[in-house]
């Protein structure tokens, strides 16, 4: 920030697990979203390294970085982040069509996907023709027709009421228990609660790393 330095993250060292569900806590400015840009290659470290899948990532360029993120890696967002012209199928296709896939492949994965959620019935719908909590099943919907190892999300139930947060966080549950890799940041306790492990971060650094036998949501 012109003169003077941010240092959103300090000496963080993280090993997530394939197959873990991992909740990020910690209060507001503390690089919990930093850490979530990472993960997700939306950010580089200015100094250490980031594996994804086993690989580093710090050599690859903006044009390797997406095609990455595009195969490996979901993203769920607070505000939805779904295009307000495009019905809930185009908004679902739209990584498919970033990888290249075949049309009548496309809306058979997209429909797969939106069923998965509990949407087979609103494919048609414009995101202003749906609740806050179908819109979000909508990303998350999005998020996995590509089949990532890796699912982020940032306060993904932030705008969503309690009901709507227990449907998608219990909908993170079971794609977990499928065996994706699910990282969630939340400043909400209950929704840390249905996570295996939770991480809180304190300034930029990791001031605990608690793993849990039995979470609310799903298997220990
Ligand atoms: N683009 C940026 N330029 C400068 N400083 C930034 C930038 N983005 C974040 N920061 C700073 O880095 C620190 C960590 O920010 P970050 O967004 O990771 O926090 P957070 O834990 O996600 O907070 P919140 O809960 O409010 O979303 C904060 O001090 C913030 O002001
Ligand atoms: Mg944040």
Known sequence: MGEVTVRALREVSLDVRGGEMLAIMGASG??????????????????????LDGEPVEHLDEYELSRLRNRKIGFV??????????????????PMVYAGMRPSQRRERA?????????????????NQLSGGQQQR???????????????AD??????????TKQVMELFCSLHELGMTVVVVTHDPTIAG????????QDGVIVSDERRSSAVGGAA
Do not use: C
């Open 138 to 152: 909508v990303s998350i919907a999005r998020a996995l027709v590509n089949q990532p190892v890796l699912l982020l």
């Open 155 to 164: 306060e993904p139930t932030g705008a969503l009421d309690t009901a709507t």
């Open 77 to 94: 967002f607070q505000s939805f982040n779904l295009l307000p012209r495009d019905t809930a199928l185009a908004n679902v296709e739209l």
């Open 111 to 127: 429909l797969w996907a939106l069923e998965r959620v509990g949407l087979a019935d609103r494919v048609d719908h414009l995101p």
């Open 30 to 51: 503390s690089g919990k979203s930093t850490m979530l840009n990472i993960l997700g290659t939306l950010d580089r470290p200015t100094s250490g390294r980031y594996f």
């Open 194 to 201: 249905y996570a295996q492990r939770v991480v809180r971060f």
